[in-house]
Every structure is written in structure tokens, then in C-alpha cells.
């Protein structure tokens, strides 16, 4: 089954403790992405990777990280999260053959404490 | 730059009723354009989507077409149910795929 995975789906943590949410797609897609939601603002794009070894900041990077190492793998992580940081979290994957249609995990839901 | 408007909900309609979701967007070259819907508790997933002027998409009895003269991509239903109730989300990708903009999102409620 074509799927995105992140893992946790729930988290609540403390202000300074890094963390790292992990995203993982299994449809060997090459653009990969970070999505933060929140009330009000909608859904705003935190980091993207084109391919391996290519990321860029999308609109809201501050306070993240990302890396990707592998084409499945799209590790988002926060040094040092901040309460500014709660949010729901969506990692999304797409592919030039599908028209850049996006392909969404389930979610992770992190509380900063 | 490239941008999504879609109208603010939320959206109170009862079941059977018609639905239209206008969606406007601004943009250099020919994007792709796209419906996304979020049920409670899920991530988004692709509804339907249009990859040039004046294609319909369509799916679930859901259909939007791309029109570049009015620069539109109205999301439209002709009898919603109880269980079409959720986020809706107009999003348009860029050519170069990387970008996607989504709008804001729009609440709909269908009651019994």
C-alpha cells in the first residue's frame, strides 16, 4: 500500500528537550515536505527536498532542521522547541509523474511544554 | 507571487443541499490545480485535481473545472451527506512542482 508514515503521532515534550519526528514514504517519490497547521493560518510549508541531499527553507523554517539522507526518509527536527512550536505537523511527498499531486501522512500532534 | 483565495467558512449546509466552494488563485504559467480535503483527525488527502485550462476534475460526486479566464476553481456538489463534512483546501502547484500553496481552508458542517 502507497502510504507516508510519521512517527510519533502525539507528542508533548518540554521547552529545550530536542526532538525529532520521523516521515518515511514508500512510493519512491522525489520531492518530500514539512507542513506546519495551526487555527487560523492554515497549513504553511516548513522545509521541502527535492531530491537526496537537496532541501530548502519553505515559509515558516525557523526553529527546524531537516535532513534527507535517503529518498524515503524526511527526518524533521527541532534543536530546541519553543511553546511557539505547538502544532500539528503534516510530512507530504509527491512526484513529477502524478503532477506534483501530494501524497499526506496521518499526522503528529506535539505539545511544547 | 503565487497565491490561493478560498472563501471562509465554515459552511453550514443540510444533507442534499448544493455546494460550491469558490476558489480563486493568481499565477505565472500553468500550474496545477487541486482540492484537498482533511477529515477530523486525518491528514489531508487529494480530492480531485486539474492540470490545464478547462479540464474538470471530479471524484465522489465532487467537481471542480480549471478556468484561466476567471482564474478560478470552484469546488462544487450537488447533494452533500453527513459524512462530506469536513476541511476543505484549494491548493495550486507550482510548474516546478516544488511549491505547492495551499488557501486557507474551509469548514463544512452538512447536518440530518
Known amino acids: 500500500e502507497a502510504q507516508v508514515t510519521q512517527n510519533p503521532r502525539y507528542l508533548i515534550t518540554v521547552t529545550g528537550k530536542k526532538l525529532t519526528v520521523t516521515c518515511s514514504q514508500n512510493m519512491n517519490h522525489e520531492y518530500m515536505s514539512w507542513y506546519r497547521q495551526d487555527p487560523g493560518l492554515g497549513l504553511r510549508q516548513i522545509y521541502y527536498?527535492?531530491?537526496?541531499?537537496?532541501?530548502d527553507k519553505g515559509d515558516v523554517p525557523e526553529g527546524y532542521k531537516v535532513s534527507r539522507k535517503e529518498k524515503r526518509n524526511f527526518p524533521l527536527i527541532l534543536e530546541s522547541p519553543s511553546p511557539n512550536q505547538t502544532s500539528l505537523y503534516f510530512c507530504?511527498?509527491?512526484?513529477?509523474?502524478?503532477?506534483?499531486?501530494?501524497?499526506f501522512g496521518p499526522g503528529t500532534r506535539l505539545t511544547v511544554t | 507571487g503565487n497565491s490561493v483565495t478560498q472563501m471562509e467558512g465554515p459552511v453550514t449546509l443540510s444533507e442534499e443541499a448544493f455546494l460550491t466552494i469558490n476558489c480563486t488563485y493568481t499565477a505565472t504559467g500553468y500550474p496545477s490545480l487541486f482540492w484537498y480535503v482533511q477529515y477530523p483527525g486525518e491528514g489531508l488527502q487529494l480530492l480531485l485535481k486539474?492540470?490545464?485550462?478547462?479540464d474538470k476534475g471530479s471524484n465522489k460526486g465532487f467537481e471542480a473545472t480549471y478556468r484561466k479566464e476567471t482564474t478560478s476553481f470552484h469546488l462544487e456538489k450537488g447533494s452533500v451527506q453527513v459524512s462530506d463534512s469536513a476541511v476543505y483546501f484549494c491548493?495550486?502547484?507550482?510548474?516546478?512542482?516544488?511549491?505547492?500553496?495551499f488557501g486557507a481552508g474551509t469548514r463544512l458542517f452538512v447536518k440530518a
Open positions: 491548493a495550486l502547484g507550482n510548474t516546478g512542482g516544488f511549491k505547492t500553496i
Open positions: 527536498s527535492m531530491n537526496v541531499e537537496v532541501t
Open positions: 486539474a492540470t490545464k485550462a478547462d
Open positions: 507530504a511527498s509527491s512526484s513529477a509523474d502524478r503532477a506534483w499531486e501530494q501524497y
